[in-house]
C-alpha cells in the first residue's frame, strides 16, 4: 500500500470513528437515549406560534442549560444561565440579552463548578445543581460571593431543584437521577426509587450557612414513580409540586405531588406531551389562581403547554419561532418598562435563551388577565 494510499485509508478511519462513536457517559444526559429526535412539525399539535422578544446571543461551546432571574433592589435586573459545558454560569441583562459577564469555572473548590444544571434565585441568592460534582452551591448576588455547598453526601446524579422560603429558612428540594448500579442508561427498580428527591433545610449560622439533609422522597408503584427526574416545580397555596417524569418508555408526562413528598394519583399531559416533558414555570396571580407553563421538548421548535393553575387543565399551547430542543425555562413576573406584565424565559437548543414576553402568550391563547394583587 502506498503512503499516500494509508494516509487516506487513516483518514478514513478516523472520520468514520469520530461518526460513530458513543457519547461519553460523562456528558449523557436523560433525554439522549432516544433513537429518533422528536420534530414539532411531524407531531400534529395544535399551537400558537408567537415571536421570540428577543434571543442571546448563541454561545455553543457553554451548553447553556437553564436560567433564572434576579431583580437587585435598584431595579437593576440579570438573565443568570447554566452553562454545563464551560462549568460557568453567563449572565445576561435581561430587556436586551446583551452578555454582562461569566462566573466560576470547571472544578471543585468554592466558586467553581462541574457540569451545572438546574438553578433557581431567591431573594439575593442563586442555587446552582452541579452534576459532576454531586452537590448543589449557593451564592450571593450581585457579587456571586460562593456562601456553601451542600449534598455531595446524599446525591449521585442530581440535575433540578426548587427552593422557597420558609419561616427562617430556606428549602430545597432537588431530583436525583441515580441509574441502575447494573446498567447506567436504565432506571433503578421501582423499589429503589423512593430517593428521587432529596429536601433539605438551609440556614444561617455564626459566620455563615448550614445545610441539613431532612429526608427523601419518591413513589414507588408503577402509576407514580418518576424514572428520569430533572425538573421540579411547587405551588406552596395549593400545597402541589409537579415533577416532569422524561422516560418516554413509560410514557413522559407531569405527575402530581403533595409539597409532603406523597403521589396525589393524578398526572398531567399524559396525550399531550410527545417528545419529553421538560421545565416547568408557575404565573402566580391574586386569589390563587394562574397558569402552569410547562416544556415539551420537541428537537426542532419547543412546544410550551399552558395549564390552568387551580384545576390543571389544559389551555393551549405556543411555540416560538425559532426556539428549540428547551431544557430549563423560568418565568420572571416582576414587570418593567420592557416587559410590562412579565417575561418568559427559555434555553434555545443549548446554546443560547429566548425571551417571551407574556402580553404575547396571554394574547395569542386568550388567557384571562393575571392580577398580582
Known sequence: MSLRVAMLVFASCLAACATTAPVAQHDREPDEAMEVDPLLSQAGIAHKVIAEAFLTAATPLDNIDSP???????GKRWLIATGKASDRLVVYDVD???TLRTVGGPGAALGQMQRPNGIAVIDDYVLVVERDNQRVQMFHLPDFKPLLVFGAEDLKQPYGLWVRAQKDSLEVIVSDNYMSPQNEDLPPPLAEL???YKRYQLRRVPGGWDARLMGTFGDTTQAGAIRIAES????VEHDRL??????????????EYGLDGSYRGRDIGAELFKAQAEGMALMRCAGGTGFWIATDQFKDRSLFHVFDR???????AFAGKK???TDGVWLDQSGDARFPQGVFYAVDDDQAVAAFDWRD???ALSLPACRTK
Open 68 to 74: 433564572a432571574s434576579w431583580r437587585a433592589p435598584d
Open 96 to 98: 436586551t440579552g446583551v
Open 194 to 196: 423512593d430517593r428521587r
Open 232 to 235: 421540579v416545580f411547587g405551588d
Open 242 to 255: 409537579l415533577l416532569a417524569e422524561e422516560d418516554v418508555a413509560t410514557g413522559t408526562r407531569l405527575r
Open 310 to 316: 387551580v384545576t390543571l387543565a389544559h389551555l393551549g
Open 323 to 325: 426556539t428549540a430542543n
Open 361 to 363: 402568550i396571554a394574547k
